[in-house]
């Protein structure tokens, strides 16, 4: 009698993708059919209806509870996700903008938060998985730091992250140069992960979109820095803002096998505005 034939059914695929706003969901769409996906927001409401509308285009979802500045609730996020299988991407894309935080907040949020994900997932990701942190063109719009500045926001443990001097109130004078400065962390930070997550066999990166037409860009459109915003968009080469769906096409290539030989990078989409800032055309203003 011949040996029984060892079974040969795949491990399911989990795509993680945390913050249910329209990003994300876009980029789940490009990446995540065949998988099952796990949508995790702080605000469960939000989660449950990603998942309602995804399921409804085909997807296998289900939904978690994370608040990225907690690292413990992450820790729980990973544990969650390689409960339903191979971590095989993260996506991730929580984050606060100017118009709606509190300086200190969008450290805890933006800054240390992308760190707790991070380090969670970069302990749980798949051999050939790949993730994305979705950064923003803010981030390239403040001069270069110190390198220890560099290397702190780089390399800290994101326990320790709120300690450092640079991130303390009196140095964060305002949400605008938080957020920047925050940005600019997530490409630091993806950069210096990338090379962990390779250890495992894995790849890395961050997007920085521009101006891209979601809930959160209405809530800067519609705040006292709106104007700066519609002349931002018009000094811009594409003169225009955005879509979901194309910042996805390019999460897609950074996720998928096309981009293979991609990480620890950062790929700004933002329809030339850092370039009309770089040459002039237009004065950036951070409060």
């Known amino acids: 009698m ?69 690292g413990a609730s992450v820790a729980a996020l990973a544990e969650q996700a390689t409960g339903l299988g191979a971590v095989t991407r993260v996506i991730h894309t929580a984050g606060l903008s100017p118009a709606q935080a509190s300086p200190q907040a969008i450290i805890a949020v933006d800054l240390v938060g992308t760190a707790h994900v991070l380090e969670a997932f970069g302990r749980v990701v798949a051999p050939g998985g790949s993730g994305v942190v979705i950064a923003s063109q803010a981030g390239h719009m403040i001069p270069p730091l110190p390198a220890e500045q ?47 997550w390779g250890d495992r066999g894995a790849r890395l990166n961050s997007l920085s979109p521009g101006i891209i037409m979601t809930p959160l860009a209405l809530d800067e459109l519609n705040s006292p820095a709106g104007e700066t915003y519609q002349e931002m968009i018009r000094a811009s080469a594409a003169g225009r803002v955005g879509s979901p769906d194309e910042v996805a096409g390019a999460a897609a290539f950074l996720l998928g096998p096309d981009g293979a030989f991609v990480t620890g990078t950062d790929l700004l989409i933002d329809g030339g505005v850092i370039a009309s800032i770089v040459t002039g055309r237009f004065q950036v203003r951070l409060s």
């Open 2 to 70: 011949s040996a029984p034939t060892p079974s040969t059914t795949p491990a399911t695929e989990v795509v993680v993708v945390i913050g249910a706003g329209a990003i994300g969901q876009a980029i789940v769409r490009r990446v995540a059919a065949g998988r099952t996906v796990l949508v995790a927001d702080i605000d469960d409401d939000n989660a449950a209806a990603a998942a309602r509308t995804l399921e409804g285009a085909g997807y296998r979802v289900t939904t978690g509870h994370v608040d990225v500045s907690d």
């Open 150 to 196: 560099n290397e702190a926001l780089s390399r800290t443990p994101a326990s320790r992250l709120t300690d450092l001097p640079m991130l303390q109130a009196d140095a964060v004078p305002g949400s605008g140069f938080a957020y920047a400065l925050a940005k600019r962390a997530n490409v630091l930070r993806v950069q210096a992960a990338s090379v962990e």
